[in-house]
């Protein structure tokens, strides 16, 4: 059974810091294309990050609400991506869920693949 492992969330105050983990379990991340979207109550899911599978030319995307905030990168194990989070701030918070997208865009979110999920990773950001 293929399935995506989010990890590395918590409880921080403004301006913290988190870096979340995504692994692949059955099957190997690192030839996917791979996003992280969030999910806020009472809000629509966000996509927020994407990076390009590893045979593919690099290529990453962030939404407008996180560049320069938010960095994803590839673990050297292959099997892991991460995200990492600064200067986070109370809208910040969510369910975070790494995702398998058919290609990195800036319209990744809507072609992720339904069979690979996660549960998901909470971010609470308050003083």
């Known amino acids: 059974q293929v399935q995506l492992v989010e990890s590395g969330g918590g409880l921080v105050q403004p301006g913290g810091s988190l870096r979340l983990s995504c692994a692949g379990s059955?099957?190997?991340?690192?030839?996917?294309?791979v996003g992280w979207f969030r999910q806020a109550p009472g809000k629509e899911r966000e996509g927020l990050s994407c990076?390009?599978?590893?045979?593919?030319?690099?290529?990453?995307y962030y939404t407008d609400s996180v560049k320069g905030r938010f960095t994803i990168t590839r673990g050297r194990d292959k099997n892991t991506v991460y995200l990492q989070l600064n200067g986070l701030q109370p809208e910040d918070t969510g369910t975070y869920y790494c995702?398998?997208?058919?290609?990195?865009?800036?319209?990744?979110?809507?072609?992720?693949?339904?069979?690979?999920r996660g549960q998901g990773t909470q971010v609470t950001v308050s003083s």
């Open positions: 995702a398998v997208p058919q290609v990195c865009f800036d319209e990744w979110l809507p072609t992720i693949r339904n069979d690979y």
């Open positions: 059955g099957f190997r991340l690192d030839i996917y294309a």
């Open positions: 990076i390009s599978s590893s045979s593919s030319a690099l290529n990453t």
